[in-house]
């Protein structure tokens, strides 16, 4: 059974790479070799197949049902979202990203679209890919929508870290008691505006 590939440790020379188009039968045989080592790992609820090695576009993710993906692709994006994500590829390295809340995904081994949202829309925003009659809650359905984004990145060549945000708060810098005063007038702060 392969193995998930530590990219801070080992050389993973399809992690940053497009993946190749795979048949529906080449898909479903790789997904369910992405699911035993998730299920084996138990420390990840995604996993996409460069993250082993194998060059297909294909990932699996397993938040609140399994779902396969297969040659995905996103159709559509609504309300940009912050998110913390870590990656299984490189643990212990999270980081800030900008992703959605709601994407409209096609894969091949399903018919028409999967929509995943946190949106909280009733009950009919059950997926009718979805066996279970348990209504998730808004953070869970969130999550999903964000690591079937993480994973399709995976399968296009980029990692999270590439979607990095800066989330550091800058206070503008206020000039010193000896610098020039920011007036013009050529003397030091001290003996100028900060005495008015």
């Known amino acids: 059974m392969k193995k998930v590939i530590n990219c801070l440790k080992e050389d993973n020379s399809v992690i940053q790479k497009k993946l190749r188009r795979v048949t529906l039968e080449e898909g479903e045989q790789i997904a369910t070799e992405l699911f035993e080592i998730l299920n084996k790992r138990k420390d990840g609820i995604g996993l996409a197949a460069n993250q082993v090695g194998i060059d297909a576009s294909v990932a699996v993710v397993n938040v609140i049902e399994p779902i396969v993906l297969i040659n995905p692709e996103i159709v559509s994006r609504e309300t940009e979202i912050p998110y913390y994500e870590g990656c299984l590829s490189y643990p212990g390295k999270g980081v800030n ?37 348990i209504k998730e809650d808004r953070a869970l ?36 008691r000896n610098e020039p005063c920011h007036c013009g007038s050529g003397r030091k702060y001290k003996k100028c505006c900060l005495r008015k």
């Open 97 to 133: 990203t900008k992703r959605y809340e709601t994407v409209d995904v096609k894969s091949e081994n399903v018919d028409g679209s999967m929509i995943f949202s946190g949106v909280d829309i009733g009950e009919s925003g059950k997926g009718t890919w979805e066996e279970s009659e």
């Open 141 to 176: 359905r969130t999550l999903e929508a964000v690591c079937v984004q993480h994973e399709i990145d995976h399968l296009n060549g980029l990692v999270c870290m590439d979607r990095k945000i800066d989330t550091t708060y800058r206070a503008e810098k206020k000039p010193g």
